[in-house]
């Protein structure tokens, strides 16, 4: 095979957003404490703080699943209208739930750090001429990460990008990773793609026919059945590794820089 094109997912291999939380969903606690605190400047009738997070925390894995079992698409305002359910004065208009989305996401987006490596990797595979998409599941606006990896002056690097909430497209299903191929103009056969979570970037990409790479960055997923990697990675440095040997035992030299 010749490797003509990497996909990357964001979230845990090229960017880290869980701050000092280990688990998930709790991790997404100041993104419901910033909402909950705008919502309630506003002075809409809220049930307290750590009552509004519960039901959070309750509803977020299960819209989650619907998410990416493409039942229905998840985004951060439609997992507010969800949690305030609970509240017998119904939902704040669209403006104002859009609004406490967008602090949701400022809140989680201000802790954001780079992955040990991620912009020295990107910036020599980009170097070396390959094509560079990324397929992220997230309810977050699209907007918001590409905003985060300007921050780390990964942005300019990537040819295609695909957000799950903006698409409706959710690893595992091979819809958002065709997506990024077709805009790069690669076939299957010739990309890969390396992310960290077993479930989603593993299975996701062994569904679509890529060649796939699980970093092991986190201790954070269980595997699944039948999870078969084509090869694991500790550090993303080893990415343009595999890359070259890739390309070697094809017969291919690496692609031309100019």
């Excluded at 490797?3 to 998930?24: K, M, N, S, V």
């Excluded at 809409?44 to 039901?55: H, Q, V, W």
């Excluded at 269980?222 to 990697?229: H, I, Q």
């Amino acid at each position: 095979m010749q490797i003509e094109a990497i996909l990357f997912d964001l979230g845990g291999t090229l960017l880290e957003y869980t701050g000092g939380f280990q688990g998930w969903p709790e991790l997404e606690g100041p993104g419901f404490e910033a909402a909950h605190k705008y919502l309630n400047s506003t002075g809409i009738a809220l049930p307290p703080l750590a009552e509004f997070k519960a039901a959070g925390f309750d509803i977020l894995p299960k819209r989650w699943q619907m998410a990416t079992t493409g039942q229905r698409n998840l985004t951060v305002a439609s997992l507010l209208a969800d949690v305030l359910k609970i509240s017998e004065d119904g939902l704040p208009p669209d403006g104002l739930l859009e609004e406490a989305a967008s602090r949701y996401q400022a809140a989680i987006c201000s802790g954001v750090v780079p992955m040990p490596q991620s912009y020295q990797t990107v910036k020599a595979l980009k170097k070396d001429g390959y094509k560079l998409g990324l397929v992220s599941n997230t309810m977050f606006n699209g907007s918001m990460h590409i905003a985060d990896m300007r921050r780390f002056k990964l942005d300019t690097f990537f040819d295609s990008m695909v957000f799950s909430s903006d698409e409706n497209e959710w690893k595992p299903d091979p819809a958002p990773f065709w997506h990024v191929l077709e805009n790069l103009g690669v076939s299957v056969e010739n990309a890969l793609f390396v992310g960290d979570d077993p479930a989603a970037d593993v299975a996701g990409g062994k569904r679509t026919g890529l060649y796939t790479v699980h970093y092991l960055s986190s201790h954070r997923f269980s595997s699944p059945d039948g999870y078969r990697p084509d090869a694991t990675i500790a550090s993303l440095s080893e990415l343009i590794v595999i890359v070259d040997r890739l390309n070697t035992l094809s017969g291919h030299d690496k692609l031309s820089t100019s």
